[in-house]
C-alpha cells in the first residue's frame, strides 16, 4: 500500500475490529495489520489488545498459531507485549496432539525475552517433544530457532546440532532442508567431521534443487546455502562441485 492508502486502510480496518473483535474473521484483519511496520506505538497496544482478546475467545480454534505467529514475530515488542503473547502460546499448544504444536513451538523457542517461567515451560516442551521424535519432519520448524539463538548454553546448542544432524539424515534433500542448513554452516561449534558433513549436504542440496542457472537460483532461494558455504575454507573437490553457481 502507499502512504495514502495506508492512512485511510488503517483506521477502517481499526474500526472494524473494534465492532467484530471476536468474530472469527477478525484473525484476518489482525494477522495482516499485524505484519505491517507502519503502526505506531498507540495504535500497537490496541492491536496487541484486539489480537489477544481474539486468541483467548478462540483458544482452540486451528488458526490460532498462524495469527499469534503474526503477532508475536513483530520485532518492536516490548518484553511485557511478548510475554502476554506467549501465554497464550502456551496455553494453546497445552491443548494441542504434538503433531500440531511445531510452528508455534518454533515462535516461542526463538524469543530470548519471555519470562524465566515461559522460558523454563518452552525448553521442558522442545526437551520433552523433540526427543521423542528428532526426525519428524515438521520438527524443522523448531530446530532453525534453536540453531540461530545466541543466547543458549553449550549442552543446549550441542543438543540442537545433534537433533539438526539425525532430521538431516532422514530428510536430505528436502526444500525444507535449506532453512537447517544455513544455519549449521554458520555455527562454530561442529566438529570438523560435522562441518565436512553438512558441506557435503549442502552441496548436495544445491545440486538436487538448482540447475545453474539464475531462474531456479532464486526461485529455490539457493542463496541461503550458497552464501554461507562461500564463507567456508573449502578444499579444491567441493569448490569444483559449486563452480556451476
Known amino acids: 500500500l502507499t502512504d495514502d492508502e495506508w492512512e485511510w486502510v488503517f483506521p477502517q480496518a481499526m474500526g472494524w475490529l473494534r465492532d467484530h473483535r471476536t468474530s472469527r474473521a477478525a484473525r484476518h484483519i489482525v494477522t495482516g495489520l499485524a505484519e505491517h511496520d507502519r503502526i505506531g506505538a498507540a495504535d500497537l497496544d490496541e492491536l496487541l489488545d484486539t489480537g489477544i482478546a481474539w486468541l483467548q475467545s478462540h483458544s482452540h480454534s486451528p488458526q490460532l498459531h498462524s495469527t499469534l505467529r503474526s503477532l508475536v514475530g513483530r520485532a518492536d515488542l516490548s518484553e511485557a507485549q511478548t510475554r502476554r503473547l506467549a501465554e497464550c502460546g502456551l496455553q494453546w499448544i497445552s491443548q494441542q496432539k504434538t503433531a500440531k504444536i511445531w510452528r508455534m513451538l518454533g515462535v516461542l523457542a526463538e524469543r530470548s525475552d519471555l519470562s524465566a517461567e515461559q522460558a523454563a515451560t518452552v525448553e521442558s516442551l522442545v526437551v520433552t517433544r523433540v526427543s521423542a521424535d528428532p526426525t519428524a519432519f ?81 526461485v529455490q532461494g539457493a542463496e541461503a546455502v550458497l552464501g554461507p558455504l562461500l564463507s567456508l575454507n573449502l578444499d579444491e573437490a567441493q569448490l569444483r562441485r559449486l563452480e556451476v553457481y
Open 138 to 218: 515438521d520438527v524443522s520448524f523448531v530446530l532453525e530457532p534453536l540453531l540461530t539463538r545466541t543466547d543458549v548454553t553449550l549442552a543446549q546448542r550441542t543438543k540442537a546440532i545433534s537433533w539438526s544432524l539425525a532430521w538431516l539424515e532422514r530428510h536430505m534433500p528436502e526444500w525444507r532442508s535449506r532453512f537447517i542448513l544455513r544455519s549449521l554452516l554458520t555455527l562454530e561449534d561442529l566438529s570438523a567431521a560435522e562441518t565436512r558433513r553438512v558441506v557435503d549436504w549442502s552441496l548436495e542440496w544445491l545440486e538436487h534443487h538448482t540447475d545453474g542457472t539464475a531462474e531456479t537460483f532464486t
